[in-house]
């Protein structure tokens, strides 16, 4: 009975196994879609069932202390690490988060987005901002697992 009770429970954790690296929430590196250049590590995570995104660490030497030069408003001389860069967006039925709020501190500007996993490779999130009708893609890779 016992030997069968452990079998299951680790069927069980192999089965849960992938649907765990199919998560959007965790860290991710960014990386400078003109540069390919990383930039910085944001936490993605879940808040009253919608998508949010802060700063935990800048990774562009040199930058460590930066704060938001462009930006107008309360965000005027915020530090750039521990700002909340994405805000509000929601889940679609294609799996995508879409949303209003994905600031760019460099530009002090902020677009509507879309984000979601590479099909192909889950260590890969997929971040596109819109302006009007032209936007940007980047890709950011997953930290740690």
Not at 39 to 44: P, V
Request: net charge negative; aromatic share 10%.
């Amino acid at each position: 009975m016992e030997k069968s009770r452990l079998i299951l429970y680790g069927l069980m954790v192999l089965l849960a196994w992938p649907s765990y690296a199919q998560n959007v929430f965790g860290t991710w590196k960014t990386i400078d879609d003109r540069t390919g250049n990383p930039k910085a590590i944001i936490n993605i995570y879940k808040e009253d069932g919608l998508m949010h995104g802060q700063v935990v660490e800048i990774l562009e030497e040199g930058r460590e202390g930066a704060v938001c030069t462009k930006c107008e408003g309360e965000r005027q001389g915020e530090p750039i690490l521990g700002m909340k860069i994405i805000e509000g967006l929601e889940k679609n039925e294609k799996g995508e988060w879409k949303g209003a709020t994905l600031f760019d501190p460099e530009q002090a500007m902020t677009f509507r987005c879309k984000i979601w996993l590479n099909p192909e490779n889950p260590d890969e999130l997929k971040v596109r901002g819109y302006l009007a009708f032209m936007y940007r893609t980047q890709t950011w890779i997953r930290v740690g697992g």
